[in-house]
Structures are given as structure tokens and as C-alpha cells.
């Protein structure tokens, strides 16, 4: 039986309390806030003061990333998956067309995002299968290092040997989400497969950067369960890797559930205030930490968000095989896209808010020599 590591019990009253006023702005004076200051700024009771949120989250973000925002691409190899996640469009029992590209469609794919001037990828596959396996993804991880200073990675939970391998053909970040922190949630939603293995997933950011990666996303699929607990969850497991890996990287994405494939209805409502209040108070958490934010979102709710909190974001995605270089392929996509703005049209609306796209990652000019 699964049962949850002490790092990742959040021992605070979430549940039971409903904090002060008084509460509230001492959370938001503290000096160093801690879990039960998150807990307290993700509550209802501090919905009130998000405006002072906000600045102190827009403070922090400038102090750390100055005006800048980082840019990438999700970049699909393959919709094929041995998992059966209820949430997912890619999920095994879904009817649909299935594809793994070939290394020409993947250098297509890669030249289609230059030419947009995207200097960095993440790579994306569903569970692990034959059709697309870890040699497979090692294969393209190459490729795609050979072509973009920064390759990232989001796909299966791995092991040490695997991620060393991918840090060695030049990956340097893995993506992987927890989905959920809530166990039994959890074995609700993960109806087989490999990804049902609910500790696997969780030990595999660890694991990644024991084998030197340099950099783990890491995430919950907001909507799938209470997204306080969720959320709380979240921090406890970066601030535990940030622990243990203090010369390592970590980030944060806030993705919600979107309509997909299989009319997967999200258990939780999450408003675009509480997700703008939960970047908020994650960044005053967590000051110096990338916090990302996808193309799910619509464009004046992530312009809105832009250098408030968030300081890395994703543009002009598909999120169909194959979808940068052959833009009529009918797939159907892992989830809908809300924000389609081309990459100009997107950097123009963050200049006019006086922000500055950043295309290079420069943590490649920075890479450990093997
Ligand atoms: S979330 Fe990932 S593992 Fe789960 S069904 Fe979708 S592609 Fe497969």
C-alpha cells in the first residue's frame, strides 16, 4: 500500500481553518512564509487582498527575473500511451488516429519552430510503449539538442540510468507533474498502466536530478482535486528538492484542466482569480523559482499575469503530432489551446507592457562537462 512520504504532509489546518484578516497580512508581511503562510494566502479569506498580492508577487518577480520573460514551445513526438488516464485525450482507449513522428517529420517540426525563433523545446510522448519507447525519445532528444540550445523533456516516469542517458545526449530539463497529490484521487484517475504507480511518479524528479539534469518542472493538473491541498503539496515537494539538489533548478506550472477527448468533467472548479492568487502567493513562497504559464490560458488573462509571478511561458503551441510543420493535420490534440497568438503578436502585447521576451536559455552555456 501507497502511503505518503513526511516531506509531504503538510501538518498545517488547512482543512479546518479559515484564517484571520489579521492572518492574512501578517502571511503577506512575513519575511521568509513557509507552508502555513501558503495555506493561509490560498484561502478565501485572502481573496481580498490579491491586488497586494499581486505587487508584492510583481516585486519579486522583477527583483529575480527582471522585466524578462522566457519563452518555449511544447513540441508533441507521438500521441501513442500505454496509460489510462481519465483526464487525457491521448488516453490508450481513446479512438483516434495515433502517431510517432519519424526523424525527418521531427527535423520538419524542429525547422518550423526556428523559423518562429524559438530557442527552446519540450519534448512530449505519452506513457511509455512500443511505438514509442525511451530509445525512441532518446533518439529525438538528440536530434532536437543537435538544433535548440534547451531541450526539455515530459513524458514517462524514468530511471536514474534513463534520465542520465537523456542529460547525455544534451537534455536539460525534465517536465513531469504529480497530476495530483491526493492519493486515493489519484488511483482514481490513473486507471492502469505504468502512471497508476503513484510513488514511481513522485521519487522521478528526484531521480532526474541525481542523474544531472539540471532543471525539473513540476506541477498538478489543477481541477483534478482540492486545489488548496494540491497546491500545498506542490510547494512542500519543490521546497523538499530544493533541499536536496540546492544546485539545481526547479519550476512551477499551473496548468488547469481543459476539454479533451473522453468529456472528462474536472471534479473542481478553479476561476482564473484563485489560479492569478495562487501564482501570486507561490511566488511569494517561493521568490527565485521559474513559475510557467501555457498557452491553456486565454491571451488577456496571461498577458495579465505576465511578470506578475509568472516569468516563463510557452507560445504559439499545438499540442497535435506534428503540428508546426503540416498546420492542417486534424489529430486530435492532447488538450485545446486558448491562447493561438503567433510568436510576434505575443512578444509585441509583452514589449507594450514593457516586458522583454527571452528566446535563449542560457543555462546550456552553462552546462556541467561530462
Ligand atoms: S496524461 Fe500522459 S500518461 Fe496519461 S493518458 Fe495522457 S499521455 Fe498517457
Same mark, same amino acid.
Given at each position: 500500500?501507497?502511503?505518503?512520504?513526511?516531506?509531504?504532509?503538510?501538518?498545517?489546518?488547512?482543512?479546518?481553518?479559515?484564517?484571520?484578516?489579521?492572518?492574512? #497580512? $501578517?502571511?503577506? /508581511? %512575513? !519575511?521568509? =512564509?513557509?507552508?502555513?503562510?501558503? @495555506?493561509?494566502?490560498?484561502?478565501?479569506?485572502?481573496?481580498?487582498?490579491?491586488?497586494?498580492?499581486?505587487?508584492?508577487?510583481?516585486?519579486?518577480?522583477?527583483?529575480?527575473?527582471?522585466?524578462?520573460?522566457?519563452?518555449?514551445?511544447?513540441?508533441?513526438?507521438?500521441?501513442?500511451?500505454?496509460?489510462?488516464?481519465?483526464?487525457?485525450?491521448?488516453?490508450?482507449?481513446?479512438?483516434?488516429?495515433?502517431?510517432?513522428?519519424?526523424?525527418?517529420?521531427?527535423?520538419?517540426?524542429?525547422?518550423?519552430?526556428?523559423?518562429?525563433?524559438?530557442?527552446?523545446?519540450?519534448?512530449?510522448?505519452?506513457?511509455?510503449?512500443?511505438?514509442?519507447?525511451?530509445?525512441?525519445?532518446?533518439?529525438? #532528444? $538528440?536530434?532536437? /539538442? %543537435? !538544433?535548440? =540550445?534547451?531541450?526539455?523533456?515530459? @513524458?514517462?516516469?524514468?530511471?536514474?540510468?534513463?534520465?542520465?542517458?537523456?542529460?547525455?545526449?544534451?537534455?536539460?530539463?525534465?517536465?513531469?507533474?504529480?497530476?495530483?497529490?491526493?492519493?486515493?484521487?489519484?488511483?482514481?484517475?490513473?486507471?492502469?498502466?505504468?502512471?497508476?504507480?503513484?510513488?514511481?511518479?513522485?521519487?522521478?524528479?528526484?531521480?532526474?536530478?541525481?542523474?544531472?539534469?539540471?532543471?525539473?518542472?513540476?506541477?498538478?493538473?489543477?481541477?483534478?482535486?482540492?486545489?488548496?491541498?494540491?497546491?500545498?503539496?506542490?510547494?512542500?515537494?519543490?521546497?523538499?528538492?530544493?533541499?536536496?539538489?540546492?544546485?539545481?533548478?526547479?519550476?512551477?506550472?499551473?496548468?488547469?484542466?481543459?476539454?479533451? /477527448?473522453?468529456?472528462?468533467?474536472?471534479?473542481?472548479?478553479?476561476?482564473?482569480?484563485?489560479?492569478?492568487?495562487?501564482?501570486?502567493?507561490?511566488?511569494?513562497?517561493?521568490?527565485?523559482?521559474?513559475?510557467?504559464?501555457?498557452?491553456?490560458?486565454?491571451?488577456?488573462?496571461?498577458?495579465?499575469?505576465?511578470?506578475?509571478?509568472?516569468?516563463?511561458?510557452?507560445?504559439?503551441?499545438?499540442?497535435?503530432?506534428?503540428?508546426?510543420?503540416?498546420?492542417?493535420?486534424?489529430?486530435?490534440?492532447?488538450?485545446?489551446?486558448?491562447?493561438?497568438?503567433?510568436?510576434?503578436?505575443?512578444?509585441?502585447?509583452?514589449?507594450?507592457?514593457?516586458?522583454?521576451?527571452?528566446?535563449?536559455?542560457?543555462?546550456?552555456?552553462?552546462?556541467?562537462?561530462?
Amino acid at each position: 500500500m501507497t502511503t505518503l512520504p513526511t516531506w509531504l504532509d503538510p501538518r498545517s489546518g488547512l482543512s479546518t481553518c479559515a484564517p484571520t484578516a489579521a492572518a492574512v #497580512a $501578517a502571511a503577506l /508581511a %512575513a !519575511a521568509d =512564509p513557509g507552508p502555513d503562510d501558503l @495555506a493561509v494566502l490560498l484561502a478565501p479569506a485572502a481573496a481580498p487582498y490579491l491586488e497586494a498580492m499581486a505587487q508584492r508577487a510583481q516585486a519579486l518577480t522583477r527583483r529575480h527575473f527582471g522585466s524578462t520573460i522566457s519563452l518555449y514551445a511544447p513540441l508533441y513526438l507521438a500521441n501513442h500511451c500505454s496509460s489510462g488516464c481519465a483526464y487525457c485525450g491521448f488516453a490508450a482507449d481513446r479512438g483516434q488516429p495515433r502517431h510517432a513522428l519519424t526523424l525527418p517529420q521531427l527535423e520538419r517540426e524542429l525547422a518550423a519552430l526556428r523559423g518562429k525563433g524559438l530557442a527552446e523545446v519540450l519534448l512530449l510522448t505519452g506513457e511509455r510503449c512500443v511505438a514509442a519507447d525511451f530509445g525512441y525519445l532518446r533518439q529525438c #532528444a $538528440a536530434m532536437a /539538442a %543537435a !538544433a535548440f =540550445p534547451a531541450v526539455g523533456v515530459e @513524458a514517462f516516469a524514468m530511471s536514474t540510468d534513463e534520465y542520465r542517458q537523456l542529460a547525455e545526449v544534451g537534455v536539460s530539463s525534465v517536465t513531469i507533474y504529480q497530476e495530483t497529490y491526493d492519493l486515493d484521487q489519484y488511483e482514481r484517475l490513473h486507471r492502469w498502466g505504468p502512471k497508476r504507480d503513484y510513488a514511481a511518479r513522485l521519487e522521478a524528479p528526484a531521480r532526474a536530478l541525481a542523474a544531472g539534469l539540471r532543471t525539473v518542472g513540476l506541477g498538478v493538473l489543477l481541477g483534478l482535486s482540492e486545489p488548496r491541498h494540491d497546491a500545498l503539496r506542490l510547494f512542500l515537494h519543490a521546497r523538499h528538492l530544493q533541499r536536496l539538489y540546492w544546485r539545481s533548478g526547479i519550476t512551477l506550472s499551473f496548468p488547469r484542466l481543459r476539454s479533451q /477527448a473522453g468529456g472528462f468533467a474536472a471534479p473542481y472548479t478553479v476561476s482564473e482569480a484563485w489560479l492569478a492568487q495562487l501564482v501570486f502567493a507561490m511566488r511569494l513562497v517561493l521568490p527565485d523559482v521559474p513559475l510557467l504559464l501555457s498557452t491553456r490560458e486565454r491571451p488577456a488573462f496571461r498577458d495579465g499575469m505576465a511578470g506578475v509571478g509568472i516569468s516563463k511561458m510557452s507560445v504559439a503551441s499545438r499540442t497535435t503530432v506534428g503540428g508546426y510543420a503540416d498546420t492542417a493535420r486534424g489529430d486530435l490534440a492532447q488538450f485545446d489551446v486558448s491562447d493561438e497568438r503567433g510568436v510576434d503578436e505575443f512578444c509585441a502585447s509583452l514589449r507594450q507592457r514593457g516586458l522583454e521576451p527571452v528566446f535563449k536559455n542560457w543555462d546550456a552555456a552553462f552546462r556541467d562537462p561530462h
